[in-house]
C-alpha cells in the first residue's frame, strides 16, 4: 500500500534562514499533493496544492517542488520567522474508496529569534 | 461565513457511553470528512461523504457511525465508546473532490474515554 514519510524529528531554524521539509512517498503515483499548516489545539489549514506536471509552485515566501523521480515533494520557507513555527503535513490523494487524502504524520517546525 | 465549527470543542466518556460529535460547515461543500489525530499516527481518515445520502468508510470505522441528510450538516456518532477512541476528531469539507480541492477544517474535538 501507499507509504508517506516526512521527518519526524523536528526542524530547529534561526529566524531569517530558509526551512526545507521533506515529504517522500512510496508504492503510488500521485498526481497531486497538497501541504498544509497545524498550530497546536487547531485543525490544519491549507497551504498549497501542487499537480505533478507542475514541478514547482510558489506562494509569497512558500515554495513546494514536485519530483516524480525521487518520489518526494520538497516544501521551503524563505526568510522564516517564528510565526511560521507549526508541524506542516503533505498529504497524497488515498488509495481506498475515491477522492480520500491521505496524510503524513507531519514535521514540526521550530523557528529561533 | 463562520466555516466549518464543530461542537463540543472537549468531552469525557466512560468507557461504553455513547455520543454524537457534531460538525456543520456553510460553505455549501459536497464533501465532507471526518479525521482522527493521535499523536505519532498523523491525521487518520473515519468516513467521509460526498453529498448528502451518500458516505463511505475511511481508514479506520469501525465503531463510528455517520449519516448525511443535509449538505451542512455531517455528524459522527460513537456507539459504544472505548478508551482507544481517545483522540483528537477532525472534520473537513471541501468544495469538490478531496484530491484536487483544498480541504477546510474544524477546531476539532478532544475526547477522552476513560
Known amino acids: 500500500s501507499q507509504k508517506i514519510e516526512q521527518n519526524s524529528e523536528a526542524l530547529n531554524i534561526q529566524e531569517g534562514k530558509t526551512a526545507t521539509l521533506t515529504c517522500n512517498y512510496t508504492n503510488y503515483s500521485p498526481a497531486y499533493l497538497q501541504w498544509y499548516r497545524q498550530d497546536p489545539g487547531r485543525g490544519p489549514v491549507f497551504l498549497l496544492l501542487?499537480?505533478?506536471?507542475?514541478k514547482e509552485k510558489r506562494k509569497e515566501r512558500l515554495k513546494v517542488t514536485f519530483d516524480t523521480t525521487l518520489k518526494q515533494s520538497l516544501f521551503h520557507i524563505t526568510a522564516s520567522q517564528p510565526a511560521d513555527s507549526a508541524t506542516y503535513l503533505c498529504a497524497f490523494p488515498g488509495d481506498s474508496g475515491y477522492s480520500t487524502l491521505t496524510f503524513g504524520k507531519g514535521t514540526m517546525l521550530l523557528v529561533s529569534p | 461565513n463562520a466555516g466549518v465549527t464543530q461542537t463540543p470543542k472537549f468531552q469525557v466518556l466512560k468507557t461504553g457511553q455513547s455520543m454524537t460529535l457534531q460538525c456543520a460547515q456553510d460553505m455549501n461543500h459536497e464533501y465532507m470528512s471526518w479525521y482522527r489525530q493521535d499523536p505519532g499516527m498523523g491525521l487518520r481518515l473515519i468516513h467521509y461523504s460526498v453529498g448528502a445520502g451518500i458516505t463511505d468508510q475511511g481508514e479506520v470505522p469501525n465503531g463510528y457511525n455517520v449519516s448525511r441528510s443535509t449538505t451542512e450538516d455531517f455528524p459522527l456518532r460513537l456507539l459504544s465508546a472505548a478508551p482507544s477512541q481517545t483522540s483528537v476528531y477532525f472534520c473537513?469539507?471541501?468544495?469538490?473532490?478531496?484530491?484536487?480541492?483544498?480541504?477546510?477544517f474544524g477546531p476539532g474535538t478532544r475526547l477522552t474515554v476513560l
Open positions: 501542487i499537480r505533478e506536471n507542475e
Open positions: 473537513a469539507s471541501s468544495y469538490g473532490g478531496f484530491r484536487y480541492n483544498e480541504q477546510f
